[in-house]
Every structure is written in structure tokens, then in C-alpha cells.
């Protein structure tokens, strides 16, 4: 909200300079973006009065011209402006003079002809494209009226003042307004507020058979009300208000418009203005487009309704898209005579979504879809009759037509001095706490500890007693609070899965792995790099209604082509090896237990270059899961998911569970990403983790007897998995047995083709004596027999 100080002063004496003015208004509430300052930086530019306009002896598009600038002789210009005129008063910049963006104007010859200044556009003295008049767009700027030639032009247009951008937040569009703002400047510095003047002297007639207003929507329509003004003269609007707007932001354009507009900067309220002449039936219907229903809006676009987008109607069709933008069918005309004021309240989501839907943002929407007071609609349609008539623009028939169907009224909330207090730590008496809420224009009776106060409907963030103690708190000074702890008895402990991802995520980091973070919404390109299945489960995804883009349209079921992308980016910026991993939520389209998509969230690790291997990756995996309390742990051999290579890849389970796939990723699905290196990755079911992990950690006394070690070469057939051996070796090796430990396979010389050599180191010990040989033989004999019998596992000849 763009609020130029001069205007704002009309309606709150603020003395302060500005920038005591912004730092206050920041610490009451209003937050502020940028204060801009007019009318500095412009030197040596005076009012001139043209006295002859003729053509250039050698040019055809510039004309040689004297201007009288308060000087003893006239000086001669050159300029390429045609629509410049004798006895015209322009902006005259002179030798040596400057202008606000630093540009230095100096004597010099154009085509061979003196030019000893130069005539000043709207733009070269600081205002910007989409707020000059259109007159003047392409030429000089023309002054309203005659000036005293020589008289400096900020002086004399009163350009210099301070244009304050301040931040409005969804919830206070009271605040859109001039009154809104000159309302928070009188409660932030204690003054008195003087209210717009939007009563007519002079009204005539009666409204009666002139108009009719009926509501067919009053659940998107709260309020309708319609005034008539005949003898309308269209014409420029005087400065003054010329200023105002243009300062705020808008271009003058007529009048009437001006009009319009001024009050709607001024209360907020949108108006709009409709030529009777073009209202058929002499009635104003409020009601909503039939589907595929065109309008053509007032910049000459049409555009396809649809259905329940609210219209202003007339007796045959519509003139309006409600709160939105008027029509081309009834837009005010230079010849129009006579107008109907329009000034209605709609519903903010309705307007909105019509607003969204055809892509059509305007000033009047923007505070329609916040929400608009409609007891403001009245006041506002009196206040633009009362500047029609200031400005003799017009006659204001007697009266007016107020649909009102539901009436809004203010309410009254209780608030307790007691609980002020406490929530803001200060030591307010009944008395000042009700003072302060007068101080912001509301009604308030006092009972005792209790301040009953009446909330304006124009307040609409008011609802609850913490919102006036909200109110409270700021005008009262938030730089004023005085400075406490907090006092709670709460403790924030980490919950059992929070305590589990920390551990996770130490133990990764701790093993030289580094944790990423990723977008949720991804592509569902995604999903076709990683060569899934159309009847994979990781294909059941959740499909944004209004994505930002194809690669944002969906919500991710694997982590796996995240990553894989984070792999690339680092691979192609020439980091030679990387150890990853992420925690994050992975969701899917099926129906959880409270209705919405499931979630479940997963694990990620995968690493590529230096001597990362399959096996580097599963020993991190496992170091992980003991970490995490899984005992058992069991690799199966799996060869059907697309994106791992069918050789090198396992299922990881634990107790019949599936806990995730671990393997090296498929080449094909390295060419997807340009990875020439083989990449490693593992992604897990933390949800499933979660579920069965153990932190419990029991006590084990320290042994106090030596164990013994046997070291043993086994050769079996290819197919035999580590596993089955491990298993067969702790099943015969009685309780004498602690630890089984491989440490080497090979395949090659001395070693016949379709077998392998498993090398493993066994550890013997006793709890309650030191072990003699015959009873380390006797057991490792055993566990011999039973590999050779089981999987027919010999020792290997050395």
C-alpha cells in the first residue's frame, strides 16, 4: 500500500519527521518496504511559458521554440515534442540543471540550430510510465493552469513529498486504504482522526423509477448499494487529485474515473461507475454466468465464464464480472451524461477464484479476495457523490438504492486486564488498557477487571480476547514489553523414531557419508530412468493438482532417483568419489488410516568411485542396523528389480521382514544419468526399522579366560551363499563358539571352475576355564563334519 504523506495528513496531523514517522508505524505493526522520496535531486527546473512554436529549418521532426522562464530574455529550445502550443505552460529544465536519475542538461545545437534547455516529460521528473496520463505519454507535460513563469516546478506542482511502501498482511486489509493507515498513524501518535467529508449540499430529484437493484446471489452478494448522478461533464481531474493517485500508484484518466478510483484508494472500497444508457431494462441484477458464457472485459479482452463466476447483470446481459473489472458494454464515454455509482460488497473466495480462473488481477480485486467491510459501502458510494459535486463534475440525484440483505454487525469480546498482563509481562492498569482501545476507534465498557470491547466490522482479524491483546501489545510499544523468560515446567524430549534418526544419521556421517536433502515433488521422469515397471508399486504416486511443472508434478515413492541425481551433479563436476545418503519421506496413493495418502519414510545410502565396492556398502549397512538395534540380518539374492544389476544385488531381511535392496545400479540406468563409474546404493524401510529395533544395550562382564582361534579354507560350489555356511558353523559350534568372522574369497588357480574358496576365522572360548586343545579340536572337528556333510564343503589344500 503505497501512501504518499501529504495525502495522509488530511486525515491525521502527524508533526513527526519521516523517519520517526516509519520507525513508530513499524514498531505499532506496519511493516514497511521501501519510502521513496519525490521531488529530490530535480535542480534548475522552472514553469516556461511558450510565446512561439515553429518548425526547424532542417529537420521535420523538431520544432524551434522561445520560452519565457523568468529570465530578462526568452531562451530558445529545440525539442521533437509535437504536442506543444503557444501560450502553454511546461517544465523548462536549464542549462546546467538536473534530474532526479543524475542526467545533466547543457547548452548544445541540434541540427545546426541553439537549444539552451530542454521541456520536461512527466517521466524525466520522476514518475513512472504506468501512472502518466496518456496525453502526456509520448510528449511534454502540459500544466494544468498558468503559472508564474520561473517559479521552480516542485515548488509550483508541489511535486516534493514521501511516498511510504508499506507491507499489508492478509489479515488486516482494513489497512488498504488511506483511512486505514491514517487510522494506525492516530492510535500509533495519539491523534484525532478527520474523517472525509461525504455529505452532498446540492442533490435533486428523487431516484425513483430511475433504477432497479436486485440480488439473485446474497450468498456472494452481502451488499448492493447504487446511487445516480446526471449532468456529467467528462474532463481531466484537477491536480491535486491527479497527484494523489499518481503518487499512489494509479493513472489519471478522466474525472469520473479519477473519482472512482481516489475513493477507493481512500476507504478501500471498490468502486465502479456504469454509463444508464447502457443499462438495459433500467435494472442491476446480481447473479452468476451460465457455462461457457463470453464477456468482454473493459481492456477490450473477451473472455470465457464459467459457471458461478458472479456478474452484474442488466435486465439482457451482463455489464460486469463482479469485483473484478467492468464491462466494455457500459464503460463511461466522453459524451455520457448521465452514471449509476456502484458500490457493493462480495464475497472474498468468490471473487478470487473468478479473479485466479481468468488469470485477471486488478486493484479492486486485490482487496475484494482480503475481505471488504460492507457497511463501507454506503459511506464510500456518498463520498464519491459528495466529490462529483466539489468538483462540479456533475448533479447527485437525491437518495439511493441499499440492498442489504444480511446485515453485518460488530461484536464484543471481553478482555481481561489480568490476562494482558500475563501474556505480555507488563503492569496496565484497567484504565490504560481501555484507553488504548479507543485510541483505535472502538467502543469499550468497563466492569470491573473486564473491558468489554465492540470489534468494527472493518477489523476483521478481530475475533478472540488474545487478538486485543495483540492489539494491545503494539500500540502499547512492542520496543515497550519488558523482557522475560519463559516459565514452563515442559520438557522437550526427543521422541523414540526422533531418537532413532539421530542415531542413523550420526552413525552415516560417522562412517564418511553425507547427508542430502531433496525436493519431495519431483518428475515422474523419474521413475522411467530408474527403468521401473508399469506394475510396480513405486508407479502408485500422488499427482499434484496444480504443479509448478512437469518436474515438480508428482510426489516421490523411491528416493533412488533423487539421489541418483545428486550423484550426477557431483560426478560431473568432477568430485571423483562421494558417500550419500537421505532420510526422508517417500508417499504413495493408497489410502492410510486417516483417510490420505500413505507415508512412509525411507532410508536412501549409495556411493561410487575410489574403493567402494558391493561389499564396503554392505558393511556399512550392517555397521548401520547393529547400530540401530537389528540382530538378524539376512541377504537374499534378488535378480527382478530393473534398477539394480541381477547379479550383484540382495533383498535385506530380518525375521521374514523386508527390510530393503542393497546392490550395484544397473548400467542401463547409469547411462540414464551419464555416471560412467559404477554406483552403489541401498535404500531401506525406516517406518519397518523403526518398528523393530532394539536400543536396549545389556551389561556383559569383560572375559576373564583366553580364547582360542582356528582359521579355516573352505571349498564349495559357486551357489553356496556365505550366509548358509555362517549358519551351518554357529549351529555345530556349541557354546563354545564366540565369533565367526569371513575374511576371504577367491576364485581362480588351484581352485576347480563352479567352485570358490570361503575363508573364515573362528573364536573358541569358555566362560568358566581356559580351553585345552582336545576340547578346540573335538568342537572344530565338528563343525567340519557338519559342513561336509550339509554343503559338501572340503578344506582347501594349501
Known sequence: ???????????????????????????????????????????????????????HPDADKLLVCLAEVGEEEPIQIVTGAQNVFVGAYVPVILHGGKLPDGTVIKKGKLRGVESCGMFCSPKELGFE??????????????LDKEYTPGLDIVEAMGLAGDVVD?????????????VGMAR????????????????????????????????????????????????????????????????????????????????????????????????????????????????TTLDGTERTLEEGMLLIKDAERAVAIAGVMGGLNSEIEPDTQTIVIESANFFADSVRLTSKKLALRTEASSRFEKGVDPNLAETAANRVCRLIELLSAG?????????????????????????????????????????????????????????????PTVRRDLLKEIDMIEEVARIYGYDQLPTTLHKGSNRADKTPIQILRSVAKEALTGMGTSEIQTYSFVSPKGLDKILTKEEDRLRSVVRLINPLGEENSIMRT??????????????????????????????????????????????????????????????????????????ERNYIPEASIATFHPGRTARILSGGEALGIIGEIHPDVMDQYHIDTKVYCCELDFAKIAAIANRVRYYSPLPKYPATSRDIALVVQDEVLVKDIEAIIKASGTELLEDVALFDVYRGKQIAEGQKSVAFSLTYRAKDRTLTDDEVIKVHSKVLSALNDSLGATLREM
Open 184 to 295: 494506525e498513524a492516530a492510535a500509533t501518535f495519539g491523534g484525532a482522526m478527520n474523517y472525509p467529508d461525504s455529505t452532498c449540499v446540492k442533490e435533486e430529484g428523487a431516484m425513483t423509477g430511475l433504477l432497479q437493484v436486485e440480488i439473485k446471489k446474497p450468498e456472494l452478494c452481502k451488499r448492493y448499494v447504487a446511487r445516480i448522478v446526471k449532468d456529467v461533464k467528462i474532463a481531466p481531474s484537477p491536480w491535486w487529485m491527479q497527484k494523489r493517485l499518481m503518487y499512489a500508484g494509479m493513472r489519471p484518466i478522466n474525472n469520473i474515473v479519477d473519482i472512482t478510483n481516489y475513493v477507493m484508494l481512500e476507504y478501500g472500497q471498490p468502486i465502479h461507475a456504469f454509463d444508464i444508457r447502457n443499462i438495459k431494462g433500467s435494472k442491476i441484477v446480481v447473479d452468476t454466468a451460465f457455462e461457457g458464457e463470453l464477456f
Open 395 to 455: 448533479t447527485v440525484i437525491t437518495g439511493a438504492l441499499d440492498e442489504y440483505p444480511t446485515k453485518a454487525d460488530p461484536i464484543t469480546i471481553d478482555v481481561r486486564t489480568a490476562r494482558i498482563n500475563q501474556v505480555l509481562g507488563t503492569a496496565l492498569t484497567t484504565d490504560a488498557a481501555a484507553d488504548i482501545f479507543r485510541r483505535l476507534e472502538m467502543e469499550t465498557k468497563v466492569n470491573g477487571e473486564v473491558i468489554s470491547v465492540i470489534a
Open 166 to 178: 508499506f507491507e499489508i498482511t492478509p489479515n488486516r486489509p482494513d489497512c488498504l486504504s488511506m
Open 129 to 142: 510510465d504506468k501512472v502518466i496520463c496518456a496525453a502526456y505519454r509520448d510528449g511534454i507535460w502540459i
Open 1 to 55: 500500500m503505497l501512501v504518499y504523506t501529504e495525502w495522509l495528513n488530511e486525515y491525521v496531523e502527524v508533526k513527526e519527521d519521516i523517519d520517526t514517522f516509519c520507525e513508530k508505524m513499524i514498531m505499532s505493526g506496519s511493516n514497511i518496504e521501501t519510502v521513496e522520496h519525490f521531488g529530490n535531486g530535480i535542480e534548475k527546473v522552472v514553469v516556461g511559458k511558450l510565446l512561439s512554436v515553429e518548425k
Open 558 to 631: 523411491t528416493l533412488i532417483p533423487n539421489m541418483l541425481e545428486v550423484l550426477e551433479r557431483n560426478y560431473s563436476r568432477g568430485i571423483s568419489a562421494v558417500r550419500a545418503f537421505e532420510l526422508g519421506n517417500t508417499f504413495f496413493n493408497e489410502v492410510g488410516e486417516d483417510g490420505l495418502p500413505s507415508e512412509r519414510e525411507a532410508l536412501c545410502v549409495a556411493a561410487y568411485g575410489g574403493s567402494e565396492t558391493f561389499f564396503t556398502l554392505k558393511g556399512l549397512v550392517e555397521e548401520l542396523l547393529k547400530k540401530l538395534g537389528i540382530e
